[in-house]
């Protein structure tokens, strides 16, 4: 009779294991079934469908931080062209700034403000100067956020009678807006804008 109640009992062990065995098996398979129906959504929610000369071809809209880099360097390239690319027309360079100060805060104002000040425009002006500038390189660090930057670029400035070549170096960092505007088209900000360096290194005469 004992025999039979040990007999029982180790049945009953057994069927509680294997009831906690398929409970824990089908909480997994339930699980697994959920991440995989997300990762179906997700996928489906970035495909895009284009309607191109009557044709609907399948893009793939990939992630935003995939191109964070891109973006960046772009936000950062834009800025630095619009500040600095100047004509000796005071409503031309007034419209190009205005276009830079929109991709940063007060740091790039005040900097304006004080070359402004110190009669920086207006020389250009005088001397009917044209001020080119194209970016070298800019080095990101996307360690931490803000993203900090460090832009080297070169400066020319073409007179009628000679070019004057000068190193720019500046440093900032970018936060995101997460909203895009006309006006920023990246969603980006400049912060803490410094100019490191803007020297002659080179001046060369113009022939006729």
Known sequence: MFQQFKNIDTAFKHIKLFSIFLLLANMVTLCFCIYKSYDIVNKAQNRVHILYNGKVL???ASDRKTNLPVELRDHIRTFHEDFFT???DD????ATVTKALYLADGSAKSAYDNLKEAGYFNNLISGNINQQVNIDSIRLDLDTYPY????YATEKLVRASSTVTRKLITKGKVSDLKTETDNNPHGFLIQG???LQNNDEQEKKNTP
């Open 148 to 151: 900090g930057f460090t832009c």
């Open 91 to 94: 409503k031309q360079i007034d």
């Open 58 to 60: 399948e893009a793939i």
């Open 86 to 88: 100047l004509v000796p």
């Open 193 to 195: 804008w410094e100019i």
